[in-house]
């Protein structure tokens, strides 16, 4: 009787809460195998994009502790040109994410190596276009307002970079061809191998050579172009036998028709990507500009270093949403962004809450100035909530880039960053006076975005 009574007082489980509960499992699980799916490009991403962010990392921290004009030379140089044209090329090799991406999905291996090689062609040429920034950076960054003193040496450096300026047009193609077939470790491999050759290159022509910033800026050349090799070995020596079968006239066929597209990536991300660098040329006109660009060119390269994670994120993005769509999957694309977004987000707190705690000493890997290091600790609140904001951003153009919308994604861009973004910068750098608080512009931007 005890056990009957105990029995009628439990709580009946009806129909409905057996269907929540089936429903909560069924979701634990496709959240679970998702992001399995997800960090499996992620994972790798991260790591190589970190490694290949953390050569230029490099390259700064050794020429900030020659002194303040070589930090600004060699910041202006990697940040500005060198960044001005990585945009633009980034952005281009991205159109393989959704071609790549799509052909795998609906397993028509063949045609990735032959998109590659369209990729490659596209890119090379452009580099050959965009030769004058290098050529002409001094001249030019006089025109902008840089100090003669910054503007010649970093008119020298940008120089001696141009060795790494084509490796991008090999290197960005390569990795988005082996990301799309998921063969993320090797490229994690390759650059731990680029960061290593790096740190030793940097340190002999630097301290060893006593070759200055032009020994930076070889060391940084050298480490790309192991990069360009490495991935190229691995693709084309037995690494992927289902999607490279050797060079092939077909990537000359339907040249126009990948260049538009490629175009069209290109201006979607480096839109962004510029944004960043001119307002780092706006510093020039500050008060004690060397100072400022200083300050900021160390806030942009931390949040430079950061964005590798959710740039992972928009690749990875890419690559899910291409998949499934080449599929014929149109929720699971859905599903996959909706994943990709939160987990990002989450990690974007956590570091945002990191920058915040250590406000005082995130600049002291690049600089031992202690003006620099006051300047940077003013900046670190809008740097930690440019960072949060910025978790967001890219995966969703990560979602783009799978669906084949870039060239609307760059409409949004270019209203958001450069109507309403730098008008703003202008307005708080010198209607309101608060000098490289024109970095206030960025969040918003990014909100807007």
Request: some cysteine; glycine content about 8%; proline content about 3%.
């Amino acid at each position: 009787m005890g056990d009957t009574a105990d029995q009628n007082q439990r709580p009946l489980l009806t129909d409905k809460d057996d269907d929540r509960e089936n429903n909560n499992k069924d979701l634990t699980s496709r959240v679970w195998i998702e992001s399995k799916k997800l960090w499996q490009i992620v994972g790798p991403a991260i790591f190589s994009r970190i490694s290949s962010y953390t050569m230029n990392i490099i390259t700064q921290a050794f020429a900030g502790h020659l002194g303040d004009v070589e930090l600004a030379a060699i910041s202006i140089a990697n940040t500005v040109i060198v960044g001005f044209n990585f945009g633009l090329l980034l952005g281009m090799a991205s159109a393989l994410e959704t071609l790549c991406g799509q052909a795998f999905g609906a397993k028509r291996y063949h045609m990735l190596g032959i998109y590659m090689q369209r990729s490659w062609i596209v890119l090379f040429l452009f580099c050959f276009l965009l030769l004058p920034f290098y050529v002409f950076a001094t001249p030019l960054l006089k025109l902008l307002g840089q100090p003669d003193d910054v503007a010649e040496l970093s008119g020298t450096v940008a120089v001696w970079m141009i060795p790494l300026h084509f490796s991008f047009a090999f290197q960005f193609p390569l990795t988005r061809f082996l990301q799309c077939q998921l063969k993320n470790q090797v490229i994690a491999w390759v650059s731990l191998v680029g960061l290593l050759v790096n740190v030793l290159t940097s340190w002999l022509f630097v301290y060893v050579l006593d070759f200055g910033v032009v020994g930076a800026a070889l060391a940084l050349d050298i480490s790309w172009w192991v990069l360009c090799f490495g991935l190229y070995g691995y693709a084309a020596f037995g690494g992927c036998p289902l999607t490279w079968s050797g060079f092939s006239t077909q990537a000359f066929s339907g040249l126009w028709e990948y260049t538009k597209l490629s175009v069209a990536a290109g201006v979607m991300l480096c839109l962004e990507n510029w944004y960043y660098r001119i307002l780092i040329l706006m510093t020039g006109y500050l008060k004690n500009a060397t100072l400022a660009v200083d300050a900021l060119s160390v806030c942009m390269s931390i949040n430079g270093w950061q964005m590798m994670i959710p740039l992972a994120f928009l690749a990875a993005t890419g690559v899910r949403v291409a998949n499934e769509l080449g599929a014929g999957n149109g929720k699971g694309a859905g599903f996959a962004t909706i994943v990709s977004v939160a987990q990002s987000t989450l990690i974007g707190l956590i570091l945002c809450v990191i920058i915040m705690i250590l406000h005082d000493k995130v600049a002291l890997i690049f600089t031992s100035s202690n003006d620099v290091l006051a300047e940077v600790d003013k900046l670190s609140f809008l740097l930690a909530i440019t960072i949060l904001l910025n978790s967001v951003q890219p995966v969703l153009s990560g979602v783009a880039i799978g669906s084949g919308w870039q060239a609307t994604v760059a409409y949004i861009n270019l209203g958001c960053y450069y109507i309403i973004g730098l008008p703003l910068g202008f307005l708080i750098g010198w209607v309101f006076k608060l000098g490289v608080g024109v970095t206030s512009a960025v969040p918003f931007s990014s909100v807007v975005a």
